[in-house]
């Protein structure tokens, strides 16, 4: 996953989808499967990570300016 750390979100998302549509077509083998399920949950960890720190520095942002008091970002699980 180190090579991952140095993605950018909207670079890990497109990663994300690719393995996606590669999964969902249904004929990659179960070991390759697996290799591409263990990315895919790298790259969604990674990518939370970037929002939880945009989160927090929105925040920061403005209740800094005291525009907000809290900033809040409505998560579709």
Known sequence: MSENKD?????AMEQLEKIVERLEKGD???EKAIAYYQEG????KLCHKKLSTVKD????????????EMFNLDEEV
Do not use: A, H, R, Y
């Open 7 to 11: 993605l950018t979100f909207e670079q």
């Open 28 to 30: 990659v083998p179960l």
């Open 41 to 44: 949950m790298e790259l969604s």
């Open 57 to 68: 520095k929105m925040t920061k942002i403005l209740t800094d300016q005291n525009e907000l």
